[in-house]
């Protein structure tokens, strides 16, 4: 065998490897867990266990997502929260598939719907779709589910409080290869919310999560105050490079700050779910689709010399 067939069969190979790998990983998902420490939890008070789903984009994962409900089932969660894209929003694309699913949460625990951009374009425009999305939520509302549109709402949890607030940002904050002037101003207009970020620092204050779709306007989201940030939107970077990340979001910035992780910063914390499902591009590589669980811990208690 020459050099040069030699080459080849390898290529070959990497080739065959590689389509095997996504189309695994188009056809799976996993469950990554993580803890979050706060002196807002209450010492000696329970683990509170946070499901966070984003970007279904109408996967099924099983007969009507049975897979994905055990697997959820399986964590316990006190508390579902959505960050949206669960459907697909597209002129006569049924999200059929995505209510079938969400409307059966509400019988585990209490679920909060915020929405993505698809939700929210079929919202703002309904007459460009054949599906109507006040339908879509009023379903899901009569199940259980609570959605927050640029809203806040206060949970308790056993001695945990927590303020859930949400935002819906203008569709034009979507654009391809722009990005707009998002402030903490904002964040704090649309949550429904003007104290901001000097609440977050009282001890006495709840512990803030705040759901917004796209993780593009962060340093917005982390100005206005929220302990906890959980957005989706970016599909984990489409393929991830290991100490890089993702390499593309949906606007086609490269190498996004934040596209499928874990950061802390300081106090605050920030999850970018890689998302359940695709759109447009149907490719993952090296970013298998996640359902986030999320333990909110209290902080260990300080020792006094």
């Not at 188009?26 to 683990?47: D, M, R, W």
């Not at 969660?77 to 694309?93: A, F, H, S």
């Not at 640029?150 to 290869?177: F, H, S, W």
Request: charged share 20%.
């Amino acid at each position: 065998m020459t050099a040069v067939q030699i080459v080849l069969t390898i290529l070959a190979a990497l080739a065959v490897v590689t389509a095997a790998e996504i189309y695994r990983e188009l056809h799976t998902f996993k469950v990554t867990k993580y803890s979050i420490k706060s002196e807002k939890f209450p010492a000696g008070g329970k683990t509170v266990k946070i499901v966070f789903l984003s970007d279904l984009h109408n996967r099924e994962y099983g007969r009507e997502n049975e897979n994905l409900y055990q697997a959820l089932r399986t964590e316990w969660p006190d508390l579902i929260l959505i960050g949206g894209d669960m459907l697909v929003g597209k002129d006569r694309v049924s999200y059929e598939p995505a209510l079938k699913f969400v409307r059966k949460l509400p019988a585990i625990c209490p679920v909060y719907y915020a929405n993505g951009n698809h939700e929210q374009r079929m919202k703002e425009n309904p007459k460009e779709y054949s599906y109507s999305y006040a339908d879509y939520k009023t379903v899901l509302e009569e199940a259980g589910v609570v959605f927050l549109e640029n809203e806040t709402e206060t949970v308790r949890i056993g001695q945990t409080t927590l303020d859930i607030c949400a935002v819906e940002l203008p569709l034009e904050t979507y654009r391809k290869m722009k990005k707009a002037n998002v402030t903490s101003q904002d964040i704090g207009n649309l949550a429904g919310d003007q104290a901001g970020s000097q609440d977050r620092v009282t001890p006495q204050a709840a512990y803030r999560i705040l759901l917004a779709h796209n993780p593009a306007y962060m340093d917005a989201y982390k100005a206005w105050g929220a302990d906890l940030i959980l957005s989706g939107h970016l599909h984990g970077g489409i393929v991830r490079i290991p100490g890089l990340g993702g390499v593309i979001s949906p606007q086609a910035f490269l190498f996004p700050r934040y596209s499928g992780e874990l950061t802390l910063e300081g106090d605050q914390t920030v999850i970018v779910s890689r998302g359940l499902g695709t759109h447009t591009i149907h490719l993952r590589l090296f970013n298998t689709p996640e359902l986030v669980s999320i333990s909110l811990e209290p902080a260990m208690e300080k020792k006094i010399l």
